[in-house]
């Protein structure tokens, strides 16, 4: 994995972004009874889906490479990362949805919000956040009933080939009773993917994995409304 460079742009990196709890549960339509069972988050980024939801009680692992690091860097990382991905937002803002997050101000403050909150959490609960690369992941079969992937897949497919899609789809399925959901289905700069998504699903489902494309509410690059679901 490429460590970032805080002034690099995106296309030279993977950014360890920050989402929100409020901004998982829109993109993946997230139900209570979704909250009940064990959620791994793969990758983790300095997301604070993991530090909200369990803090609602869910029991939730976050699975991400950048968690080799110590806390303190990644603290300091997760600050500087949203900085970075909220000027390339704000750079690129046409190649956004903004209704969702109202403006490039409050989602900057949303971002902020959700780094600082994964810092104290991975301070205060380090145990639920696992260094791990897809695409083999340190878990048993089987091992959480519903499995996140939020930006990595797809998002990154200038640099991540078809081949490794498949090994870290089969990976998280592997890891996986339930369902496991992926978004979005386009790429960091908003190009659809449509050949790469139908040549994973027929490879997956000749493997005995079900696919589905699930409609989201959520739409923030214009066209990304879609989960790709694996069960
Ligand atoms: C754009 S962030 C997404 C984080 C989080 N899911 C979110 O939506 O805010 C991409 C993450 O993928 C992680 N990553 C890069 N290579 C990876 C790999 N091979 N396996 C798992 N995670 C990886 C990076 O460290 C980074 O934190």
């Given at each position: 994995?490429?460590?970032?460079?805080?002034?690099?742009?995106?296309?030279?990196?993977?950014?360890?972004?920050?989402?929100?709890?409020?901004?998982?549960?829109?993109?993946?339509?997230?139900?209570?009874?979704?909250?009940?069972?064990?959620?791994?988050?793969?990758?983790?980024?300095?997301?604070?889906?993991?530090?909200?939801?369990?803090?609602?009680?869910?029991?939730?692992?976050?699975?991400?490479?950048?968690?080799?690091?110590g806390p303190d860097d990644l603290r300091r990382l997760a600050i500087t990362e949203t900085d970075r991905g909220s000027s390339w937002v704000t750079a690129h803002s046409t190649r956004y949805r903004w209704d969702w997050y109202g403006s490039a101000h409050r989602f900057r403050a949303m971002r902020h919000a959700a780094a600082h909150r994964f810092g104290v959490d991975l301070i205060e609960h380090p145990n639920?956040?696992?260094?791990?690369?897809?695409?083999?992941?340190?878990?048993?079969?089987?091992?959480?009933?519903?499995?996140?992937?939020?930006?990595?897949?797809?998002?990154?497919?200038?640099?991540?080939?078809?081949?490794?899609?498949?090994?870290?789809?089969?990976?998280?399925?592997?890891?996986?009773?339930?369902?496991?959901?992926?978004?979005?289905?386009?790429?960091?700069?908003?190009?659809?993917?449509?050949?790469?998504?139908?040549?994973?699903?027929?490879?997956?489902?000749?493997?005995?994995?079900?696919?589905?494309?699930?409609?989201?509410?959520?739409?923030?690059?214009?066209?990304?409304?879609?989960?790709?679901?694996?069960?």
């Amino acid at each position: 994995m490429k460590h970032p460079a805080p002034d690099n742009d995106l296309l030279g990196e993977f950014l360890i972004s920050a989402r929100s709890f409020t901004e998982y549960r829109a993109i993946f339509a997230l139900s209570d009874a979704d909250l009940h069972g064990r959620i791994l988050d793969c990758p983790g980024g300095a997301a604070s889906f993991t530090a909200e939801a369990s803090a609602l009680g869910a029991t939730v692992t976050a699975a991400d490479p950048v968690y080799a690091r110590g806390p303190d860097d990644l603290r300091r990382l997760a600050i500087t990362e949203t900085d970075r991905g909220s000027s390339w937002v704000t750079a690129h803002s046409t190649r956004y949805r903004w209704d969702w997050y109202g403006s490039a101000h409050r989602f900057r403050a949303m971002r902020h919000a959700a780094a600082h909150r994964f810092g104290v959490d991975l301070i205060e609960h380090p145990n639920r956040y696992v260094a791990a690369e897809l695409p083999s992941l340190p878990f048993p079969d089987d091992s959480f009933d519903l499995v996140l992937s939020s930006h990595l897949l797809f998002t990154y497919a200038d640099r991540l080939d078809a081949d490794f899609h498949l090994a870290a789809m089969l990976e998280l399925a592997r890891v996986c009773v339930g369902e496991t959901r992926l978004y979005p289905l386009v790429d960091h700069i908003g190009r659809q993917l449509g050949d790469l998504v139908a040549y994973l699903r027929k490879e997956l489902e000749d493997k005995g994995i079900r696919t589905s494309l699930r409609e989201t509410s959520y739409e923030f690059h214009h066209g990304a409304h879609t989960v790709l679901v694996l069960n």
